[in-house]
């Protein structure tokens, strides 16, 4: 397996973000937040799945804040850490889904995804595709989906982080239908692609073992015969900027 490493520099936040603490998660659009005053904060949450099964009260995060009044919660948790608030060193596992299309789009124009899209000269956002909307069109010859799974968080998990009851994975239809849609795309363009987007240190994403994972499998089966490519992208936050470390095509699991 090719691994692809980038050579360009972070993409730096407005500003650096904050530590805090994650003290709840009252339903999946926020979290209540410690920003060092002892004072519950409401931020809102990106992430509109579960996030590993785990329970992350007590768990450090980094906040973002817009400096936008109009919004009702103008702060956004973007990353949280495994580690105990008052160890040395944090670990961040990003959780801004809202964000991956702006994180990517940035690396596409910068040439950091050569080894997908060769030179890149073209980036379209949003593209009608089917009955859905695929993020990119790049070059009017390549279709890349960017995925940001967080259902399971694939690095090691201490014992000591409570875990939340399980719950049904529901997101298989729109799954199925953007792999589907995309290997139909190989009629009228050369190249297709999901770009899976992870924000932390992993051993290589796979599939949530769920109620529907034969279902999905035998899909993403089906559309890479057809031609679909199935790419990785690590990146790491930090409160300063993010960055893209490296990416590689998924083989067969």
């Not at 298989?172 to 139909?184: D, G, I, P, W």
Request: net charge negative; hydrophobic share 40%; aromatic share 8%.
């Amino acid at each position: 397996m090719a691994t692809y490493e980038c050579e360009r520099p972070p993409l730096p936040f407005p500003e650096p973000l904050r530590e805090g603490v994650i003290l709840a998660r009252p339903n999946r659009f926020i979290m209540d937040v410690d920003l060092g005053d002892g004072v519950p904060v409401r931020c809102h949450c990106p992430a509109v799945s579960r996030i590993g099964g785990l329970d992350l009260a007590g768990r450090p995060c980094l906040v973002s804040d817009s400096h936008n009044p109009r919004r009702k919660m103008p702060l956004t948790v973007e990353a949280f850490s495994l580690a105990r608030p008052d160890d040395a060193v944090k670990p961040w596992i990003g959780i801004n889904q809202n964000a991956s299309n702006r994180y990517v789009e940035h690396f596409l124009r910068e040439g950091a995804f050569e080894a997908i899209t060769g030179p890149v000269a073209a980036v379209r956002r949003e593209v009608p595709l089917g009955d859905s909307r695929l993020d990119f069109l790049v070059n009017d010859r390549q279709y890349l989906e960017v995925k940001t799974p967080l259902v399971q968080i694939q690095t090691p998990v201490s014992d000591s982080v409570p875990r939340l009851p399980e719950a049904p994975f529901n997101s298989t239809e729109r799954v199925v239908r953007h792999l589907r849609e995309l290997a139909a795309s190989l009629k009228d363009r050369e190249r297709a692609v999901i770009l899976y987007c992870l924000y932390y240190r992993n051993d290589g994403f796979r599939y949530y073992h769920g109620t529907t994972y034969e279902e999905v499998m035998a899909t993403v089966d089906a559309v890479r015969a057809a031609g679909v490519e199935l790419w990785q992208a690590d990146f790491e936050i930090t409160p300063e900027a993010v960055a893209l470390k490296s990416y590689h095509e998924l083989e067969e699991w």
